[in-house]
């Protein structure tokens, strides 16, 4: 259990929001020796200043935010591929044994799961609908990206495969300038 996220956002709130070393607001988590990414930490901060330091706050938020990867999950399914039975996104990731056990566990990698489908939602909105959610789509995959080292090169591959898709799309198929293709 990733308990230590809880015990280094209630050392941080403790501090002033600065680290042992009294950084402001650490970019990287000293967490017993080992440096980690933020976002959890931060995210238990909330949950600590709500609720007070609790087992089950620790696993609420990555619940909650297990939930939130269903929720775009189903989205996906919905707004852009157009299903009716759009809920079974929902059911089936649900289902994943892998997800079920560390979405209950505190692990970072359900967090960093449901930022990433956050970031494909808002990317694929993005296309499909206006230019604008691409800013959304950034700072979701910023935070997949920020929350767990493993996801680093699938959002860098995806990154790269839908910058070049969209590039294609744009100067190929519909004969528009690039960046008029972006900022319309």
Do not use: C
């Not at 499909?128 to 691409?134: A, H, Q, S, V, Y």
């Not at 979701?140 to 959002?155: D, Q």
């Not at 969209?166 to 519909?174: A, D, E, M, P, V």
């Amino acid at each position: 259990m990733k308990q230590s996220h809880a015990v280094r956002a209630e050392q941080l709130l403790k501090n002033g929001l600065r680290d042992p070393s009294g950084k402001f607001l650490p970019p990287l988590i000293n967490a017993f020796g080992k440096y980690e990414l933020g976002t959890t930490v931060y995210l238990n901060m909330l949950g600590i200043l709500l609720f007070g330091k609790k087992i089950w706050v620790s696993r609420g938020i990555t619940v909650i935010l297990s939930l939130m990867g269903g929720i775009f999950t189903s989205l996906i399914l919905k707004k852009i591929f157009k299903l009716q039975n759009y809920f079974v996104g929902l059911l089936f990731l649900s289902t994943i044994p892998l997800h079920f056990l560390h979405s209950r566990t505190a692990f970072t990698s359900v967090s960093a799961t449901s930022f990433y489908a956050g970031f494909l939602y808002f990317y694929l909105l993005f296309r499909e609908k206006n230019p604008k959610f691409l800013y959304p789509s950034i700072v979701l995959a910023s935070l997949a990206v920020y929350t767990y080292p493993g996801i680093w090169l699938t959002i860098i591959t995806s990154a790269f495969i839908f910058f070049w898709l969209t590039f294609l799309i744009s100067f190929l198929t519909l004969n528009i300038s690039f960046w008029d293709f972006f900022w319309d």
